[in-house]
């Protein structure tokens, strides 16, 4: 048997297990912490959050003026500020709930981050050290900036991922780690992202997770928050 076939068949077993599990979650809660760092300078931001399985997310910036951000599975997104009573109003895929890691490990796609959606196709599998290595093939209209992308698990949850440019330069990493319980499943409550901008020049991003609750234990009426009809659109 093919490592590429052992590689899916796991998959399948994963999906199964996660798909399962993931149901018992409706909606989550958070408090969020991001940390940039670039250039000897570090930018602290904080939010509250609230997600919707069914695709809808609300987040809350208190600081340095209180702005709602809106958005959802169609890549719709809306930002209000109640101070001036407007609504910046626009839609790009980016904006998707679909690219969150709330969608990836909520709705089952912890196995290849979205790789597959996202047109990556599977080249190589292995095993080694107590984790699976995956490299997944950049699709064309990505190739000129994105050669390959090589994804880590741990056991079923992923622990790394890699980012790699036709001069087979390292663009990107991200590591997944101080893996939490929502529910039954597992979540990365600190993401740490590295974009080296040049070979000497990089952004550390470094995003954090607390006070998580699901379903009935949420508190937060983030979801049920309206925009005022009043409120002057600008696009």
């Known amino acids: 048997m093919s490592i590429t076939v052992k590689y899916w068949k796991l998959l399948i ?3 199964i297990t996660t798909q399962t599990l993931a149901q018992n979650v409706r909606k989550v809660s958070a408090t ?3 940390r940039t760092a670039h250039k000897g300078k570090t930018v602290n931001t904080r939010a509250e959050l609230c997600y919707a399985t069914s695709g809808r997310m609300v987040t809350l910036f208190p600081k340095p003026s209180e702005l709602y951000v809106f958005n959802n599975s169609n890549g719709e997104i809306k930002v209000f500020d109640p101070t001036k009573n407007t609504v910046l109003q626009q839609q790009n895929v980016t904006y998707s709930t679909e690219t969150t890691q709330f969608f990836f490990f909520l709705h089952n796609r912890k196995a290849d981050l ?38 880590v698990h741990k056991g079923q949850n992923p ?68 925009i005022p009809a009043n409120a002057r659109i600008i696009k």
């Not at 196709?121 to 992308?149: D, Y």
């Not at 790699?164 to 319980?181: A, L, S």
Request: glycine letters at 4%; zero cysteines.
């Open 114 to 151: 979205g790789l597959a959606s996202m047109g990556f196709n599977l080249s190589q599998t292995k095993f080694e050290n107590g984790v699976m290595i995956s490299t997944w093939k950049s699709p064309t209209p990505m190739a000129k900036s994105i050669k390959r992308v090589e994804l």
């Open 13 to 15: 077993v994963v999906a």
């Open 159 to 226: 622990i790394f991922m890699k980012y790699i440019d036709p001069t087979e330069r390292t663009i990107k990493k991200v590591y997944y780690y101080e893996y939490t319980k929502l529910g039954s499943v597992d979540f990365p409550q600190t993401i740490t992202q590295i974009d080296y901008v040049t070979a000497q020049d990089s952004i550390i991003t470094k995003t954090a997770y607390g006070a998580l609750k699901i379903n009935e234990q949420v508190t937060s009426n983030l979801l049920d928050f309206v």
């Open 32 to 34: 969020m912490t991001m």
